[in-house]
Nanobody
C-alpha cells in the first residue's frame, strides 16, 4: 500500500511564503514523476508544478518565478516552495506521484489527501 502525505499548508498574508512537503511511503519500488496540483471550489484541478525523476521541472505560467518544486529521491519527498503568494493562489494543494510498487508492474498515479493554502490579509 502506498501513501502520499502532504504538510505545510496554512494561512499566509499576500507576499508571504510557504513550503509544502509530501512524503511517499509504503511498498515503493521506484518513483517516476512527482507533482503538485491545486483545486478551488467549482474548478478543475490544475497542475501547478511537476518534476521528473531526472530533475526536469515544469510550471504553470501563473507561478513561474514564484514557486519552486524539488525532490529528495532518497527520502521519497517532494517539496513546493511558494514565494510572493497572491490571493489567487488560495486552493487545496495535492501531491501526486507516479509509483511502481514492483519491477513487474507499471507505474500508477497516487494522490495525497490535500492541504489547504489560504492567502489573505
Amino acid at each position: 500500500q502506498v501513501q502520499l502525505v502532504e504538510s505545510g499548508g496554512g494561512l499566509v498574508q499576500p507576499g508571504g511564503s510557504l513550503r509544502l512537503s509530501c512524503a511517499a511511503s509504503g511498498r515503493i519500488f521506484s518513483i517516476n514523476g512527482m507533482g503538485w496540483y491545486r483545486q478551488t471550489p467549482g474548478k478543475q484541478r490544475e497542475l501547478v508544478a511537476a518534476i521528473a525523476s531526472d530533475g526536469k521541472t515544469n510550471y504553470v505560467a501563473s507561478v513561474k518565478g514564484r514557486f519552486t518544486i524539488s525532490r529528495d529521491n532518497a527520502k521519497k519527498l517532494v517539496y513546493l516552495q511558494m514565494n510572493s503568494l497572491e490571493p489567487e493562489d488560495t486552493a487545496v494543494y495535492y501531491c501526486n506521484a507516479e509509483i511502481k510498487t514492483s519491477i513487474a508492474l507499471p507505474a500508477f498515479t497516487y494522490w495525497g489527501q490535500g492541504t489547504q493554502v489560504t492567502v489573505s490579509s
